[in-house]
């Protein structure tokens, strides 16, 4: 395999992930169709504001090349990695993977190189790459899986604003792979960067799916719980909802982690997969009335 991987995706998410990389010692090929973010980053320009991003740009610059096209990619790399946008306003659309996958597909039918591994970090439907991309792939390529191409999710669970720092000290790194050769391509690669040793859990690529879309549904019961505390909080003389959240947080089972009255959730994460674990849910024939309800509780927050 080779050392350099190509990045597709260079926003706000996937900029900083791909200089962690390269800051790293992995050399990387950066791809996007943006011309002007393009040109910003082969000026040494910061193109957008995050904590930490200067400091990486610096360190990855002698190690990391930036492009608009994806005709080097597979003479060049042999892995890429795909971190672009799937929010739709509060709901979620693959179109734009869709599309990064056709524009590799379109390089890799030209290839006579035996392998190449496709990694997924964009949040996607629970399904959606076995059914949808997997075939896409095949169909343009005239490839089977796991013999001349692979496939790994690796779903990132970052906040804007803490963005590297949440991808160098992940609670957990969860790799769904389509075979064990895809799997340990991508554990290996995503050893190379967290600086507090996280556990590490391998699974399908359905159940990587499922626990990324899964991990915010469970935040968000634990948002609008704390919430709907502190709207019965506020019509209950000499009580502080905070003084309540604290107690409680301390019994282990619980937390304080995200149990706090205050202001609905919002952002993209949340409301994007809150209503995707519903869709979900409801795809294989179950109400997610829980969800439902803890949706309710956010939109109805006083």
Not at 68 to 73: K, L, N
Not at 142 to 155: A, C, I, M, T
Not at 173 to 179: A, E, M, P
């Amino acid at each position: 395999m080779k050392e350099k991987i190509s990045f597709i995706g260079l926003g706000k998410l996937g900029l900083p992930l791909s200089t962690i990389f390269a800051k790293n010692n992995v050399p990387v090929l950066g791809v996007d169709v943006n011309v002007d973010l393009i040109d910003k980053l082969d000026r040494d320009e910061t193109p957008f504001i995050e904590d930490g991003l200067d400091e990486c740009l610096l360190l990855a610059k002698n190690n990391i090349e930036y492009t608009t096209s994806y005709d080097r990619i597979m003479n060049e790399t042999d892995v890429s990695v795909m971190l672009v946008n799937t929010q739709i306003g509060d709901t979620y659309s693959s179109s734009i993977v869709e599309s990064v996958i056709k524009g590799l597909c379109a390089e890799l039918v030209k290839s006579d190189k035996d392998y190449h591994l496709f990694i997924l970090s964009s949040t996607v439907m629970p399904g959606e790459i076995r059914d949808n991309l997997i075939p896409m792939i095949e169909e343009l390529t005239g490839r089977e899986l796991n013999k001349g191409f692979g496939f790994s999710y690796v779903p990132d669970v970052v906040k804007l604003g803490s963005v590297i720092k949440d991808f160098e000290n992940p609670d957990v790194v969860i790799v769904g792979s389509s075979d064990d050769l895809s799997g340990k391509i991508t554990r290996d690669l995503y050893d190379k960067f967290p600086k507090n040793n996280p556990p590490v859990v391998e699974m399908t690529l359905e159940e990587a799916e499922i626990s990324k879309v899964t991990l915010n549904a469970y935040l968000v019961s634990k948002i609008s719980f704390a919430n709907f505390i502190s709207n019965i909080c506020e019509s209950v003389d000499n009580v502080n909802v905070d003084n309540i959240t604290n107690a409680i947080g301390h019994h282990k089972p619980i937390g304080h982690l995200f149990l706090k009255g205050g202001l609905s959730f919002g952002g993209t994460c949340f409301p994007r997969d809150t209503k995707a674990f519903i869709k979900f849910s409801e795809s294989v024939g179950h109400n997610a009335s829980h969800i439902i309800a803890t949706d309710d509780i956010n939109k109805n927050k006083i």
